[in-house]
């Protein structure tokens, strides 16, 4: 289940047009470009839920997000796991759904999602290990800064090297060359340079827990 804080002009509205009429059968038959039209397949199974009111929305919010929410991180920091970041030109310019419909279809499991804004203190300290590394440094920290991310645990059944197989579905740093050596990859289909290159993933495998737990331990404090 992916919990979502929806903002805009009669957004309660708007998301109940968006969504449908309850039952899927008669969204395909009055509103056949909603959400339930498309993806539910029952009144039971509608694929997505939204509040009735602005009070119902209000209650909702806390009860989901208030302080005393008694929801648990679904981030197992486990050794068979890794991350996994979209930076913020693809979550601005819609491509985030695709990105984590593509990682689903390639068999990877999303264990923890989130989407955050960034501060760049925050930023530079994430990215700290490439810092007088990386010549993009500064402009990869300005990116991840620039907007919001969304952040992912993902995991692989039977993978030995979790890490290293999700950088080869994002591919290589630069998309202009995913193209050429991976042209089926995360960057080469999403991303626009290499500092807009659509996805953040772990580089070294002892890194993978840690980068994890900065967004799914530290950021939540």
Not at 13 to 24: F, I, R, T
Not at 33 to 39: C, E, I, P, T
Not at 50 to 74: C, K, P, V, W
């Amino acid at each position: 289940m992916i919990l979502l804080v929806l903002q805009g002009k009669s957004v309660v509205n708007s998301w109940k047009e968006l969504m449908g009429p309850s039952n899927p059968s008669e969204a395909r038959r009055v509103n056949y470009d909603s959400l339930r039209a498309l993806y539910g397949k029952d009144s039971n199974q509608n694929a997505v839920y939204g509040s009735d009111s602005i009070a119902d929305a209000r209650n909702g919010i806390q009860f989901f997000f208030g302080d005393n929410n008694n929801l648990s991180n679904t981030a197992t920091f486990g050794r068979d796991v890794t991350c996994g970041v979209i930076k913020p030109h693809a979550v601005l310019s819609g491509k985030a759904g695709q990105i984590i419909q593509y990682i689903l279809d390639a068999g990877w499991q999303i264990n923890a999602l989130e989407l955050f804004k960034m501060e760049r203190e925050n930023t530079s300290e994430f990215y700290e290990v490439y810092k007088g590394v990386v010549p993009d440094y500064s402009d990869m920290v300005d990116e991840l800064s620039s907007g919001p991310v969304i952040a992912l645990e993902v995991k692989s059944q039977g993978q030995e090297n979790v890490v290293q197989a999700f950088r080869n579905l994002c591919g290589p740093y630069d998309p202009n060359i995913a193209k050429s050596l991976r042209p089926s990859s995360l960057r080469a289909l999403f991303g626009e340079d290499r500092i807009k290159n659509a996805i953040h993933c772990t580089d070294l495998e002892e890194d993978a827990v840690l980068e994890v737990k900065y967004f799914f331990k530290i950021m939540q404090l």
